[in-house]
């Protein structure tokens, strides 16, 4: 095929696309004004996790020279395009603009709607509570690190829902303002600096090391001040406009973020859900084994268990856990009601779709 009739068949193409989207963003319209109906309790919501994770599956399906990724990504956008059309959704997320939690909040609700960087996840949750924003999207755990307390607690402390899973593989990069200049100081969140130990006391042993807010914000020191390094992501040194010294630093290979996104609506099953549980047993021999022994009559599998000191009393711990199956599911229920006879106080965090 000739050069100007393969363009001329790609502006054809384009062209049934275009109308193509367009059609799509009209039945999404359409579906906006049967929810603001109140079409049934519950079925209001706008943004709807379970019915955008079945779409995807949906175009997916369908083979393209493009690969899924390339495939999924068009698809977010364009959901994220039509979810905004119903209604603007305004997502909180753990700031600055930059920070591996504002990259899991576009690759969860694509770049339409309003994202609003806050100071820490605490900030974040509260500004879903208070209503300000529809969604808050926080770190929840390191595949290195392990959790991020801040999010846990606030997780207990609140009413609100994990509505989604998102999760992000790692790269941590060194970013410098000018690449020949010596380093006395380094920035950085603590998990990323965590991340990175070997590599830093490999290549910088002198360096002061300076823990911050998140990995963007370290970035924003870098702009300010001489002789100082950022530990971030590669979104951090674009946004900022820092230079790339070493990409890749972090010293496992295998290094994931988990994030939650965090709202008021309860997520419909899917199949293939995870429910969170915190609850905190008797101080009694034996309390956490009986706990254990009800996942196990009940069928449940256990995909993570975790403990954190109540605040309340010293040595007195609340456990996490992360379970597979989705709340409603009859084993899940049916655990949760024996749980509720058994410990001293329980509470569903959420059933979201696995990442
Ligand atoms: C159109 C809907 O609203 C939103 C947009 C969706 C889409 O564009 O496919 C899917 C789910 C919702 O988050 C819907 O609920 O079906």
């Not at 380094?186 to 070997?198: F, G, T």
Request: proline fraction near 3%.
């Amino acid at each position: 095929m000739q050069l100007r009739s393969a363009r001329r068949s790609i502006d054809k193409v384009d062209k049934e696309i275009a109308r193509l989207i367009n059609r799509r963003a009209e039945l999404a319209l359409e579906v906006g004004r049967t929810k603001r109906k109140g079409y049934k309790e519950g079925e209001g919501a706008v943004y709807v996790p379970s019915r955008e994770k079945e779409v995807l599956k949906n175009v997916i399906s369908s083979k393209s020279i493009l690969g899924e990724e390339a495939l999924k990504n068009i698809y977010t956008e364009i959901i994220s395009a039509c979810r905004n059309l119903e209604s603007p959704t305004k997502i909180a997320f753990l700031g600055p603009w930059a920070t591996f939690t504002h990259q899991a909040a576009i690759k969860n609700f694509g770049s339409s709607g309003y994202f609003i960087p806050v100071a820490s996840p605490r900030e974040v949750l509260l500004e879903v509570e208070s209503g300000r924003v529809d969604f808050g999207v926080v770190p929840v755990e390191n595949s290195n690190e392990g959790s991020v307390n801040m999010t846990l607690d606030m997780l207990v402390e609140t009413d609100l829902k994990i509505c989604a899973e998102i999760s992000l593989k790692i790269e941590q990069c060194f970013l410098v303002k000018d690449s020949k200049s010596k380093i006395l100081r380094i920035y950085s969140h603590e998990h990323a600096l965590a991340q990175c130990r070997n590599w830093r006391l490999r290549n910088y042993p002198e360096a002061e090391v300076i823990p911050v807010s998140s990995t963007a914000e370290a970035a924003k020191k870098v702009v300010k001040e001489d002789f100082a390094a950022a530990i971030a992501g590669e979104a951090s040194a674009k946004i900022y406009d820092l230079y790339i010294l070493h990409k890749g630093i972090q010293d496992s290979r295998e290094n994931f973020t988990r994030f939650f996104v965090i709202g008021k609506i309860l997520t419909k099953a899917s199949g293939k859900d995870k429910t969170s549980l915190v609850f905190t047993v008797k101080d009694k021999v034996g309390a956490l084994c009986n706990i254990l022994g009800i996942f196990n009559k009940n069928d449940v599998n256990l995909a993570k268990i975790e403990s954190r000191p109540t605040k309340k009393k010293a040595w007195e711990y609340i456990f996490f856990v992360d379970l597979k199956g989705h709340i409603e599911d009859e084993n899940i229920a049916k655990t949760l009601e024996s749980l509720k006879r058994s410990c001293v106080f329980v509470k569903s965090l959420g059933s979201y779709q696995k990442a």
